[in-house]
């Protein structure tokens, strides 16, 4: 399985200000997701980003909020834009394997 | 709606016991099945994989698949404390649709 790095691992952000995620994939892949995993929920997709093409969105999530970028096969970003308290919450992004997803390490978020 | 689901929990099991998961789905025309075990703080990994009816078995780990059924099981074997963690199970449907969906995890604690 590919190695995954995100960068931060965790930070604290005030209201209103934006936040932008990174994930780094040591191998090129063609499908990388991005997901937010609230306390104590499951996981829940924000969209899916293939290299050279606009993110699909999932319903509830929206290119304004959390634009994202993927200039490259092994590379993506995630903007959290105009933070509110609801957006605290874990954010990973995962690859597309041979047979599944693996997942990066996660961005722990705090919106105060 | 596709959907995924599992008992929340928590489910505890004594040390050396055998701890059985279960999860549903809804999607008659699903091929592939995981279960990711996820500690606390941490992302989940993946633990096994099955595609076809029966069942796989990987050391302490067992999945069961019944399509009939629409079901799809793991035991642990010989539990260890170290088990004690979310196991939530996913889902993947026919075609090139590479989007994974996600039950809402089992809580599982081995006592020692």
């Known amino acids: 399985s590919a190695v995954i790095s995100q960068k931060p691992s965790r930070d604290i952000c005030q209201r209103g200000t934006s936040l932008t995620i990174q994930c780094q994939v040591d191998s090129q892949v063609t499908m990388m997701f991005w997901y937010r995993q609230q306390p104590g929920q499951s996981l829940t997709l924000i969209a899916t980003a293939n290299q050279g093409s606009e993110a699909t969105y999932e319903s509830g999530f929206v290119i304004d909020k959390f634009p994202i970028s993927r200039p490259n096969l092994t590379f993506s970003t995630l903007t959290v834009s105009n933070m509110s308290p609801e957006d605290s919450s874990i954010y990973l992004c995962?690859?597309?394997?041979?047979?599944?997803?693996?997942f990066g390490p996660g961005t722990r978020l705090t919106v105060l | 709606q596709k959907e995924v689901e599992q008992n929340s929990g928590p489910l505890s099991v004594p040390e050396g016991a055998i701890a059985s998961l279960n999860c549903t789905y809804s999607d008659r025309g699903s091929q592939s099945f995981f279960w990711y075990r996820q500690y606390s703080g941490k992302s989940p990994e993946l633990i096994m994989s099955?595609?076809s009816n029966g069942d796989k078995e990987d050391g302490r780990f067992t999945a069961q698949l019944n399509k009939a059924s629409q079901y799809v099981s793991l035991l642990i074997r010989d539990s260890q404390p170290s088990d004690s963690a979310t196991y939530l199970c996913a889902v993947r449907g026919a075609g090139n649709n590479r989007k994974l969906i996600w039950g809402l995890g089992t809580s599982l604690a081995v006592n020692p």
């Open positions: 099955i595609y």
């Open positions: 995962s690859v597309d394997g041979v047979d599944t997803q693996y």
